[in-house]
């Protein structure tokens, strides 16, 4: 059976979609569980397509969904959600950091806040080609 919980009761086996009943019938979204829990409750996420541009079906979507949750490079077991968007938190995390690290925050106003340029610089250097997770 699944991981944990009193009274009998099992997690939902990692792969499960559920995309009928209580999702939204004006969107095209879905619940998906990709992991196993080790500890605790499972908890599927819930998902949205914003825009397709590559016309996949339904079945499509949540099975790319699925698999890209089980290529995070910092875990060997599959993760919440797909691995491009902790790539995303890493990256943003990092810019965020760096700004920190540049600039006095608590006394920029609207009168000296650096240039556009000037930060965007800051936060994707031009000898940064790579993103190192």
């Not at 559920?18 to 080790?38: E, R, W």
């Not at 819930?46 to 790319?64: A, C, E, I, R, S």
């Amino acid at each position: 059976g699944g991981g944990g919980g009193g009274g009998g009761y099992n997690n939902m086996a990692p792969g499960t979609v559920i995309d009928t009943g209580v999702v939204s019938p004006n969107y095209h979204n879905f619940y998906l569980c990709s992991q196993q829990a080790i500890k605790g409750t499972s908890v599927p996420c819930h998902y949205y397509v914003l825009y397709d541009d590559n016309k996949l079906t339904p079945d499509m979507w949540q099975m790319l969904s699925f698999f890209l949750c089980h290529t995070y490079a910092r875990c060997t077991r599959s993760v919440s959600y797909p691995a491009p968007i902790y790539y995303a938190h890493l990256a943003c995390y990092s810019a965020r950091s760096r700004m920190l690290a540049k600039y006095d925050w608590v006394n920029i106003t609207s009168e000296n806040r650096p240039p556009a340029a000037e930060i965007e610089s800051c936060t994707r250097p031009a000898e940064m080609n790579m993103f190192f997770i």
